[in-house]
């Protein structure tokens, strides 16, 4: 069964891709944890956590194609003797785990983001956990049931920032909904991704959404510091 | 309106501070929207952390010292973030 939908001209391309998701996810991780640090609001340690999830997933999506490589190598270089077979049995069980973990991590990531502007605290945290690893089970055997769940935790997190939106009328809040909504939209492409070029085009769509989220994380601390010149004048 | 908590009331202090240079107590008062006993709460523990210092010599004046800018610099990132967040 084909797992990944990566056609073979592109692997390689989208785990780069893959990795700058992990690094800019690491990036939002890095600010929330001392920003954290120096004003003890447990809000902004959530919000890290959320990032730090799905920065896993990232990592866990890349580990997984290196052994995609690694696989194509073996087959390749050794041929259909009987290694070859339990070797490729091996990588199987290396592409569910890390599979299930990619999908676990990023729909508990986008879940706590989603939390973090309602200030009640309801008990359902455990019932949730639990559907989403029903999810990520059942994604093993109808993928675009996983890409669906994350469409609708983009969608309410997205729902929540137009409200924020709305009160601050802040620019890097309108940019974290454009990430986001282009982030929904590679989702959209990822069910569709059982045909090679789409998949292209959604990863590349992906590409975009952290790039922006780049610029966001500059922004930030951008006007962090022009604030401090204004003053200084 | 929100209440403001402890670390908003000092990034507001040292803004007023940082945007005069020099200021008296109580235009830091009037400025940072605080009472009396409150004000000098908060400043006694500025000068406690070194975030600002006398500069006016016989005349009472505060100003602010690098420790405190930098906290300044700090905060005003945190404060971007968590608006950014809505947190």
């Known amino acids: 069964m084909k797992i990944v ?3 073979d ?5 989208d785990v780069m891709i893959n990795l ?8 939002f991780f890095f600010f929330s ?3 954290y640090k120096i004003s003890k609001n447990k809000r902004l340690l959530y919000l890290g956590i959320g990032f730090l999830l799905i920065a896993l997933a990232e990592l866990s999506v890349v580990l997984t194609k290196f052994a995609i490589f690694y696989d194509t190598d073996v087959t390749q270089s050794i041929g259909r003797i009987i290694i070859t077979y339990d070797v490729v049995k091996s990588l199987d069980i290396i592409y569910y785990i890390s599979l299930f973990f990619n999908r676990f991590f990023t729909l508990l990531g986008l879940y706590i983001i989603y939390r973090l502007p309602l200030k009640r605290i309801s008990g359902d945290f455990i019932l949730v956990v639990y559907f989403i690893i029903i999810t990520s089970l059942l994604s093993h055997n109808f993928y675009y049931i996983y890409h669906l769940t ?3 935790f983009l969608a309410l997190v997205t729902r929540n920032y137009i409200k924020i ?6 620019a890097n809040t309108g940019i974290f909904i454009v990430a986001l909504c282009l982030l929904g939209m590679s989702q959209v492409m990822f069910i569709l991704s059982n045909l090679a070029y789409i998949y292209v085009i959604a990863q590349a769509v992906q590409l975009i959404s952290y790039i922006t989220l780049l610029i966001l994380i500059m922004r930030i601390s951008k006007n962090g510091k022009k604030k401090q010149a204004e003053h200084n004048l | 309106m929100e209440r403001r908590n402890r670390l908003n009331i000092i990034y507001d202090i040292l803004k007023v501070i940082k945007a005069k240079g020099e200021i008296k107590k109580t235009h ?7 009472a009396h006993n409150q004000m000098k709460g908060y400043l006694n523990e500025l000068y406690e952390k070194g975030f600002i210092e006398n500069t006016g010599g016989k005349r009472p004046l505060i100003g602010i010292t690098k420790k405190g800018a930098d906290f300044f610099q700090k905060y005003a990132q945190v404060r971007e973030f968590e608006k950014t967040f809505g947190l």
């Open chain 1, 33 to 35: 944890v001392k920003n």
């Open chain 1, 165 to 170: 939106y709305r009160e601050n009328r802040l």
């Open chain 1, 20 to 27: 700058f998701s992990f690094l800019i996810l690491g990036l």
């Open chain 1, 9 to 13: 001209w592109f692997l390689g391309q």
């Open chain 1, 5 to 7: 939908f990566t056609p």
């Open chain 2, 28 to 34: 830091i008062m009037y400025q940072a929207n605080l």
């Open chain 1, 150 to 152: 994350a469409l609708i």
